[in-house]
């Protein structure tokens, strides 16, 4: 009697999903080869739910975006690479990934305030805070993508149009 797992081996380490109906694959392997796709590991995305893939040569398999990156790549013990857990919390928090706020920056021509470049922390998201105040927008009143010296300029006058007014003033004073 043959084995029940699927026959794909990555790296050296062998698929362990439930075969599909008169295949020698799995669901998810039966599909790429159809498509003509190189095998790779499943990820959560595609409801894999079975062990995770051992790690080869210093690298690590992203079960997020489905990459082999280097271990630095990834928290202590994650399975998950630090940029797809970056990208899960700005989507949580502003509704875009890191990409999306990039290519936004880039459309507005840098910063919406003074246009340079993102800053040692990356792009900030500027939101009107009357609308969803604290650190998450509900998508509709985000006003444009900020450095993060604008960001912090914006939030130290609580976005108080008197006050950055009355700082212009005083500028033009000196």
Not at 133 to 143: L, T, V
């Amino acid at each position: 009697m043959g084995s029940k797992t699927c026959s794909v081996s990555i790296r050296g380490t062998n698929c362990v999903g439930e075969l599909r109906a008169n295949s020698s694959l799995c669901e998810f392997h039966y599909d790429q080869s159809t498509r003509g796709r190189l095998y790779s590991w499943p990820t959560y995305r595609h409801g894999y739910t079975g062990p995770k893939p051992p790690d080869v040569d210093g690298e690590r398999w992203c079960i997020r975006c489905a990459q082999w990156l280097p271990i630095a790549s990834y928290g202590s013990g994650n399975r998950v690479c630090k940029a797809c857990r970056r990208d899960d919390v700005l989507v949580q928090r502003w509704g875009m990934t890191a990409h999306a706020i990039a290519q936004r920056a880039e459309a507005q021509g840098g910063c919406a305030i003074c246009s340079n470049g993102p800053g040692a922390k990356g792009w900030c998201v500027d939101h009107d805070h009357g609308c969803c105040p604290g650190g998450q927008s509900c998508g509709a009143c985000i006003r444009g993508i900020l450095c993060g010296s604008c960001n912090l300029m914006l939030g130290l006058a609580r976005d108080d149009t008197t006050i950055l007014s009355a700082a212009v003033r005083y500028l033009g004073e000196c």
